[in-house]
């Protein structure tokens, strides 16, 4: 069975520009998450679906970064304009909505420069 | 969000054990102690987890202090493929699903 997917792998985009990410979740997970690692950190919860239903955003910068996850299966998580500091790996991870191990994708490192 | 403290860096030889510890003295009683890590450019990847018994599987064994306060991911023969980092995240099992991440602890594996 296909894990997390998502793309790109890697983005380089210049400052002021938008960027888009995009993450399918292991079929039948109903829970997805996106994650933000900056290098030597651990990574921060960006936002968590339920469904489509976006339960917990209190981390999304909302002033530039949106997020959906329609129909409740993919999601796409958008950045308008990126700065310099969102250079970082944007990570998503599915889990069932009563489960207990979260599955992450491999990431998407974004540098803007 | 209950926190967890672990150091920084670990440092151990293929083929021997290695205690990874964690101090989680905030812990409340519904909170479950889950362990992930993190290999070179991967996402996270699901370890082990409990609340208040010892636990084993194929990948590691969890020792859970009495009191519940601390914990130690045991890796019985450590290979070079177990260099990551290592994160201990406590996880409300009443409700919230979401994972915290701290710093976790880099372990080193020398050949």
């Known amino acids: 069975e296909a894990g997390v997917v998502q793309s790109p792998r890697y983005k380089i985009i210049e400052k002021k520009q938008p960027v888009a990410f995009w993450c399918n979740p292991i079929?039948?997970?109903?829970?997805l998450y996106w994650y933000l690692q900056n290098l030597g950190q651990g990574p921060e919860l960006l936002i968590r679906y339920e469904n489509e239903e976006a339960v917990d955003d209190s981390q999304l910068p909302k002033d530039r970064f949106s997020a959906e996850r329609l129909k409740g299966v993919d999601s796409t998580l958008k950045i308008q304009p990126a700065e310099l500091g969102d250079s970082a790996v944007y990570l998503c991870?599915?889990?069932?909505?009563?489960?207990?191990?979260?599955?992450f994708g491999q990431g998407t490192r974004l540098t803007v420069v | 969000d209950a926190k967890t403290t672990q150091p920084n860096s670990m440092e151990s030889n293929e083929e021997e054990p290695v205690h990874l510890p964690c101090n989680h003295s905030t812990i409340s009683g519904t909170d479950y102690i889950h362990w992930y890590r993190q290999l070179p450019s991967q996402g996270p990847e699901y370890v082990i987890h409990?609340?208040?018994s010892n636990v084993n599987n194929r990948m590691a064994s969890l020792a859970i202090a009495e009191d519940r306060k601390s914990s130690t991911l045991i890796l019985h023969r450590a290979t070079l493929r177990d260099a990551a980092v290592y994160y201990c995240i406590l996880r409300d099992g009443g409700g919230a699903q979401k994972l915290v991440f701290g710093q976790g602890t880099r372990l080193t594996i020398n050949p």
């Open positions: 409990g609340l208040t």
């Open positions: 079929s039948g997970h109903n829970t």
């Open positions: 991870a599915s889990s069932p909505t009563s489960g207990v191990e979260a599955f």
